[in-house]
């Protein structure tokens, strides 16, 4: 069984940062893409974040410049750096890969449960 866990996120004033991370555990053959989206309190899912398994990136307009994602392969983990945080990057923090349990099997979508990242002003 696959299983995400996101670590890092709690509550920061404005213009600090924070770095995220997402270990993904588990009988897993191979990683694909992975991310990281976010949902703020009243809001719908928005992407923030991906990158592939080859290093390239993509970040949401809302956060370059101040966000960066980056992955151990090794450790099948992915990271969320964010810089000059303000109060409307207040979300939950979801992160999710796409990867392989065996050499035969589909590529499959798991997400992991979810951190609180909370800015004051």
């Known amino acids: 069984q696959v299983q995400l866990v996101e670590s890092g996120g709690g509550l920061v004033q404005a213009g600090g940062s924070l770095r995220l991370s997402c270990a993904a555990s588990?009988?897993?053959?191979?990683?694909?893409?992975m991310g990281w989206y976010r949902q703020a309190p009243g809001k719908q899912r928005e992407y923030v974040a991906i990158?592939?398994?080859?290093?390239?990136?993509s970040l949401a307009d809302s956060v370059k410049g101040r966000f960066a994602i980056s992955r151990d392969n090794r450790k099948n983990t992915v990271y969320l750096q964010m810089n000059s945080l303000n109060p409307e990057d207040t979300a939950v923090y979801y992160c999710y890969a796409f990867l392989r349990v065996a050499a035969t099997s589909t590529l499959r979508e798991y997400w992991g449960q979810g951190t609180q990242v909370t800015v004051s002003s």
């Open positions: 588990g009988s897993i053959f191979s990683m694909n893409t």
């Open positions: 990158i592939t398994s080859g290093g390239s990136t």
